[in-house]
């Protein structure tokens, strides 16, 4: 079965600084991971989407990375700025059916 | 502008009521999805859809209901029997193959 783990839990760092949010899954057989974005009490932003043959995609200052024979991705985030503060989820889609399985997130605090 | 409407944005219900969450998405999208979403955990799959008429239960069906009349139409109904209904709830809608996943800005139930 599945499992997606996100790690930190919960990260706060200065602005300014550049920072990794890593993504942990336990089946290689994925269609494609994603990124999404949460602000307090809204719904989910997509930010990055990158297929199983692709190694990285990047938007702004983002950047996100897979390696799906260790089953491990990243979401690196340069420049951090206060609006940066938010949950990020991190979800695989399985190439055996098309239900999203979740990580837990990572609640990000950039301090001003 | 394409996109996906939930209503209300804040719902309460006493004991022992039925109450119907609203989704609706104008995006000619397939698939259809409502998530369950409590502090410090990952989403939860309640119901998802892939075609009109037809709908499969996710992880935490019960005490919900579904219904998948119109394609652009994919409403949720919390029975008297979900004993713990007080969360966030999410609905989202992709294609058929998992691409272009959408989410709604969500209803926050409140049981008073």
């Known amino acids: 079965k599945q499992e997606v783990t996100q790690i930190p839990a919960a990260l706060s760092v200065p602005e300014g600084e550049n920072l990794v949010l890593n993504c942990s899954f336990t089946?290689?057989?994925?269609?494609?991971l994603q990124w999404f974005r949460q602000d307090p009490g809204k719904g989910l932003t997509s930010l990055l989407l990158?297929?199983?043959s692709q190694r990285e995609q990047t938007s702004g200052r983002l950047n996100a990375s897979l390696d799906k024979s260790s089953g491990r991705s990243t979401l690196y985030i340069a420049a951090s700025q206060p609006g940066d503060s938010a949950t990020y989820l991190c979800?695989?889609?399985?190439?055996?059916?098309?239900?999203?399985?979740w990580g837990a997130g990572t609640k990000l605090i950039i301090k001003p | 502008d394409g996109g996906i409407t939930q209503s209300p944005k804040y719902l309460f219900r006493k004991e022992g009521q039925n109450v119907t969450l609203s989704c609706e998405q104008n995006l000619n999208h397939d698939a259809m999805y409502w998530y369950r979403q409590d502090p410090g955990q990952g989403l939860r799959l309640i119901y998802y859809?892939?075609?009109?008429?037809?709908?499969q239960k996710g992880d935490i069906a019960e005490g919900y209901s579904v219904s998948r009349e119109k394609k652009e139409s994919f409403p949720l109904t919390v029975t008297s029997a979900q004993k713990n209904p007080t969360a966030f709830y999410l609905c989202a809608s992709s294609t058929s193959t998992g691409d272009g996943y959408t989410f709604g800005s969500g209803t926050r139930l409140t049981v008073v």
């Open positions: 089946d290689s057989a994925i269609y494609n």
């Open positions: 990158i297929q199983s």
């Open positions: 979800a695989v889609l399985p190439d055996s059916n098309y239900q999203l399985i």
């Open positions: 859809s892939q075609i009109v008429n037809d709908f």
